[in-house]
């Protein structure tokens, strides 16, 4: 599968190559208004993993929902489903420990413990908005929920978007 450009999900303007064979990442250059270093059009977004790899745009492993080849991909490090054969369920552990439990027809389910993200300082206005904002596993389960969402980011991903 070809590399695919995908927008940083946790920093806007920040834009990323994923090797989708070894899941490594490599930074990518965003589009500039007058169109100098424009990349390719993104294809889906990424959660850089480490996180401080975002600080120092060292290549990293990611955590991706993207489209390529026709297919709506999920993508954790190397591994990677297609979306139309597999189900995804985020849940959250009394100890507040974050699962993304992915299951297909290829194997197993597979448990990933995933980092609980960091919401700042105490905000009373803090909202389910808010937590899928900052919640790249909680808004990539959302968003693999239901077989009409999965179809409507199929194509809008294939299409590509310009990063922001």
Request: charged share 25%.
């Amino acid at each position: 599968m070809p590399p695919v450009v995908l927008q940083d999900y946790d920093r806007h303007g920040e834009v990323w190559v994923l090797d989708p064979d070894s899941g490594r990442l490599s930074p990518g250059t965003p589009r500039t208004t007058d169109g100098a270093n424009a990349l390719d059009l993104c294809h889906g977004f990424v959660h850089a993993l480490p996180h401080d790899a975002l600080s120092s745009r060292a290549a990293a492993e990611g955590a991706a929902l993207y489209a390529e080849s026709s297919r709506l991909w999920l993508q954790l490090g190397a591994d990677r489903w297609d979306c139309d054969l597999m189900s995804v369920r985020y849940t959250r552990q009394p100890d507040g420990t974050r699962l993304l439990t992915v299951a297909s027809q290829e194997g197993p389910p597979r448990e990933v413990p995933v980092p609980a993200p960091d919401t700042g300082p105490f905000d009373p206005s803090y909202d389910w908005t808010d937590a899928l904002a900052d919640d790249f596993f909680l808004w990539a389960a959302d968003q693999l929920s239901e077989p009409g969402h999965r179809s409507v980011l199929r194509a809008h991903y294939l299409r590509g978007f310009a990063p922001v």
